[in-house]
């Protein structure tokens, strides 16, 4: 199986959700550039889902919105059926190899 590796900084768009043996949270990350009138401003947001295992997950569990945060894992596609309209649905999700605050 081939996967994607991938690093990200950004920061946490809500508060980690901890399951069991899982912990999962969004990371918001945008590009910076300047404006018509030279000014810094934020553009471009993306928003990455993040799923974190184990000893891995519980660690990031104490993680709280707005924290900045590097990200090293892999990027993987998750496929469902939606139950309302039987359609196949896609979700981009990174599975996190390394978790750690940005300074």
Known sequence: MFTSTITIEGRLA??????????????LTNRRGRDDAGEWENT???????K???????????LEKGDKVVIVGSIVTETWEDRDSGQNRYKSVILADAIGRSI
């Open 14 to 27: 809500q508060d980690p959700t901890a399951l069991e043996a899982l912990t999962e949270f969004v990371v």
């Open 44 to 50: 471009d947001t993306t928003r990455y889902t993040v």
């Open 52 to 62: 974190a295992f184990r000893t891995l997950g519980s660690a990031a569990a104490d």
